[in-house]
């Protein structure tokens, strides 16, 4: 698993650079700091057989049922050595989905800058604004076949955020 992430991500990042060097405000997205890359399993078995190899790689755990499907977000014990990132969020296609399985997106940390005023200007652009849940907001960039979820935080961030609001309800 580890190895078709390497891969993947390598992939990712050449259709990332081209897009970077077309843009006008380059230092904007040279500054987006790249926190985190998702996986799409393709069912329920492709999910758990990949959470199992993954496990033995963590230092930490997180899983959310959410839209129908299982989502957990994985801090591993060394980075990924293609992109020094350790978050590995590994996602259940949605139930009756078709979308396309394997390496789903990447997160990136918005360190500095109005991302909706840069993406504005930038006119070729396609992104949109996108919620899921109480804790979860970013902005979806599409380009070369793939995705790029920009942010104001961590996923680790928000996994702390649904742990705290389940220990809230726990006290209620």
Same mark, same amino acid.
């Given at each position: 698993?580890?190895?078709?992430?390497?891969?993947?991500?390598?992939?990712?990042?050449? +259709?990332?650079?081209?897009?970077?060097?077309? $843009? +006008? =405000?380059?230092?904007? &997205?040279?500054?987006?700091?790249?926190?985190?890359?998702?996986?799409?399993? /393709?069912?329920?078995?492709?999910?758990?057989? $990949? &959470?199992? *190899?993954?496990? =033995?790689?963590?230092?930490?755990?997180?899983?959310?049922?959410?839209?129908?499907?299982?989502?957990?977000? &994985?801090? *591993?014990?060394?980075?990924?050595?293609?992109?020094?990132? $350790? /978050? /590995?969020?590994?996602?259940?296609?949605?139930?009756?989905?078709?979308?396309?399985?394997?390496? =789903?997106?990447?997160? &990136?940390?918005?360190?500095?800058?109005?991302?909706?005023?840069?993406?504005?200007?930038?006119?070729?652009?396609?992104?949109?604004?996108?919620?899921?849940?109480?804790?979860? +907001?970013?902005?979806?960039?599409?380009?070369?076949?793939?995705?790029? +979820?920009?942010?104001?935080?961590?996923?680790?961030?928000?996994?702390?955020?649904?742990?705290?609001?389940?220990?809230? =309800?726990?006290?209620?």
């Amino acid at each position: 698993m580890i190895d078709e992430l390497n891969a993947a991500i390598e992939s990712y990042h050449a +259709k990332w650079h081209a897009l970077v060097a077309g $843009r +006008k =405000d380059r230092a904007f &997205f040279q500054k987006l700091r790249p926190t985190a890359v998702a996986w799409k399993a /393709v069912d329920r078995t492709d999910f758990d057989t $990949r &959470f199992s *190899l993954l496990r =033995d790689h963590a230092e930490q755990i997180h899983m959310a049922w959410m839209n129908g499907r299982w989502l957990a977000t &994985f801090y *591993l014990r060394d980075e990924l050595p293609t992109c020094e990132l $350790r /978050v /590995v969020k590994l996602m259940e296609r949605r139930p009756g989905s078709s979308d396309a399985t394997g390496l =789903d997106h990447l997160d &990136f940390l918005i360190t500095q800058g109005d991302a909706k005023q840069v993406l504005s200007a930038e006119v070729d652009l396609k992104w949109t604004e996108e919620k899921n849940g109480d804790h979860c +907001k970013w902005i979806s960039l599409w380009f070369g076949g793939t995705e790029a +979820k920009l942010r104001n935080n961590t996923v680790l961030q928000i996994c702390a955020e649904e742990l705290i609001a389940a220990h809230k =309800d726990l006290l209620t």
